[in-house]
């Protein structure tokens, strides 16, 4: 579990589709440098979000770490597009000492999205999306939370027509994450509110079951 409160900026220093080394176990790795600040406390085995998909640290030394990638994660997300030399977003799994910003994120990236309209307003800028997926848009609402490559913002606007959506992030977020590096046309994972599937999964069961309807009702009659 994750705050969405990035960390540290990281560097792509490794990539390997095909990566045979024991920490790589024949699949595809990434390897993260400038992330000193991060791997004190690091083992093999801990979970570190990169722009907000949750990685299995394979290996790691003072300064870099490694992580494996699954198919499933590279079509999910936006890691298939890095290169080294591409900067990324990084956040540990939540520590229970620490206060809980940002909102709850599982690291489970759920689409990516483009970037349609870069607009600075001020010392904040607007970054504007867009969704070639028309059901993740039901998980949107003004003002509600959603989690952009790893970093909890606020929704501002949304038309489920258009599928698009912005937030506006201010002079101090600008400085701690990767979105003001990129274009537009460029891709960014998205982690809708896991508190919104929820409560859709259990209205559509109630919905389909008469019982759950009936229920449903009466509550409505009885505000």
């Not at 080394?21 to 400038?34: A, H, R």
């Not at 977020?173 to 998205?190: F, I």
């Amino acid at each position: 579990m994750f705050t969405g409160l990035v960390e540290q900026i990281g560097t792509v220093i490794g990539l390997d589709p095909q990566d045979t080394s024991e920490s790589g176990g024949n699949g595809w790795s990434l390897t993260i440098g400038d992330a000193a600040s991060i791997l004190g406390d690091c083992h093999i085995g801990d979970s570190i979000a990169i722009n907000g998909t949750c990685l299995t640290v394979t290996e790691f030394d003072k300064e870099t770490f490694k992580v494996g990638v699954a198919p499933e994660s590279l079509r999910r997300t936006n890691l298939g597009d890095l290169k080294v030399g591409s900067k990324v977003n990084l956040e540990r799994a939540m520590d229970s000492q620490k206060r809980f910003g940002g909102h709850m994120v599982q690291g489970h990236v759920d689409t990516t999205v483009s970037i349609i309209n870069i607009k600075p307003e001020g010392n904040s800028v607007w970054f504007t999306f867009q969704t070639d997926d028309k059901d993740i848009m039901r998980y949107i609402i003004p003002k509600g939370f959603i989690c952009l490559d790893g970093t909890s913002l606020t929704v501002c606007d949304v038309d489920d027509n258009a599928r698009t959506f912005s937030i506006m992030m201010i002079a101090h977020t600008q400085e701690h994450v990767v979105m003001p590096l990129k274009s537009v046309g460029d891709r960014v994972n998205v982690e809708v509110d896991m508190l919104a599937k929820y409560a859709l999964k259990s209205l559509q069961s109630a919905i389909t079951d008469s019982e759950g309807l009936l229920t449903l009702v009466k509550r409505a009659t009885a505000l």
